[in-house]
């Protein structure tokens, strides 16, 4: 029998993932607050439901890809009460760990299986199916949705128990704010001495400065046509998102003792930049910034 999937949240990353579980040949229904996202991925080929609720009611397995902590612990919060014993619920939004072993709480309390299970890759690899998941919860549960996450992405790591997902999430993108910055930083710098975008790529992206934000998010247009840079910097990962990313990293390193201070920087000029009205651009457009600080 077809596994029944329901997925909330259908926006930038949840809408190309929903639609690759129906390429896969489950049954999907999905619910969205916005029109625009229900409409986008019903046209994929995802059945829309009234309500979340009524999304959830036969399904086995539950998706969501929200904003925040605070939006999923309401959708679970209302989930939970009404999916069938057994379900597993599946949380794939980035959010604190303490939201994230609350949301684990709520689906005990009603006899469902649960993981946090937050990826990687953005909307490019949300679209392709290849995103890497970073799993929190029980092994039980983690073998239950092996066929799921793999229609979506194609790395899947168990880093432990509920909230272990999100840890890993947050230390990730704290090095990705951080490489951000200093790619634009170095493109900033470059821009200053005369050297092209292209000569500063063809070194950079094959030496010791190579990473994520240079070959697959490249900051300047050209060099990587695909990067937000070559669209106006329509995100992509919005640099609102990246600053929620961020705060949550500065929040876990107080709560723990870790000391985290480029972690603290890069969080203090994505909070700059989002005041200055930018927080809907692409994250890479702190390029933008730096430079008008260079200015
Ligand atoms: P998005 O804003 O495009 O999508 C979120 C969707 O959730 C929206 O369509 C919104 O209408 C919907 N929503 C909000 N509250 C809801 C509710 N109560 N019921 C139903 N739908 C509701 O954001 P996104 O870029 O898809 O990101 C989603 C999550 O994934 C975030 O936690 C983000 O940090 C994380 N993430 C994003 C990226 C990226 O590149 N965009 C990459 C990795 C992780």
Redesign the pocket.
């Known amino acids: 029998m077809t596994e029944k999937i329901a997925f ?8 190309p993932m929903a639609a690759n579980l129906v390429k896969a040949g489950f049954e999907v229904t999905g ?4 029109d625009a ?1 229900r409409e986008e991925a019903r046209a994929k080929g995802v059945a829309i439901a009234a309500t ?1 609720e009524d999304a959830v009611r036969e399904a086995s397995i539950v998706v969501t ?4 902590g605070k ?1 999923v612990l ?2 679970w919060g209302s989930l939970t009460a009404v999916a069938r014993p057994d379900t597993l619920m599946i949380d ?4 604190d760990v303490d939201s994230a072993r609350k949301a684990h709480a709520l689906a005990a309390g009603n006899r469902l299986h649960s993981l946090d299970a ?6 490019g690899g ?1 679209a392709a199916g290849t995103l890497t998941f970073m799993v929190g919860g029980t092994s039980q549960a983690f073998d239950k949705a092996q066929a799921v996450l793999s229609a979506m992405g194609k790395k899947i790591v168990h880093c432990g128990d509920a909230g272990a997902g999100q840890a890993a999430k947050i230390c990730n993108n704290m090095i990705l704010g951080i490489s951000m910055a200093a790619v634009s930083e170095a493109f900033v710098l470059a821009e200053r001495l005369g050297l092209s975008h292209q000569a500063l790529f063809d070194v950079a992206s094959t030496s010791s400065g190579q990473c994520w934000s240079l070959t697959s998010y490249c900051p300047v247009p050209g060099p990587v046509p695909t990067s937000p840079a070559n669209n106006e910097y329509r ?4 640099a609102a ?1 990246m600053l ?2 961020l705060r949550l990293s500065q929040e876990a390193a107080d709560a723990s003792g870790a000391k985290t201070p480029l972690g603290a920087h890069a969080t203090a000029l994505y909070e700059a930049f989002d005041k200055s009205g930018h927080g809907s651009q692409d994250f890479s457009a702190i390029i933008q910034h730096i430079r008008d600080l260079t200015a």
């Open positions: 909330i949240g259908l926006g930038n990353m949840g809408g619910f969205d607050l916005s996202s979340a890809m929200l904003p925040a939006h309401s959708v794939c939004s980035t959010i937050p990826v990687s890759g953005g909307t949300a995100p992509g990962f919005a998102l929620k990313d």
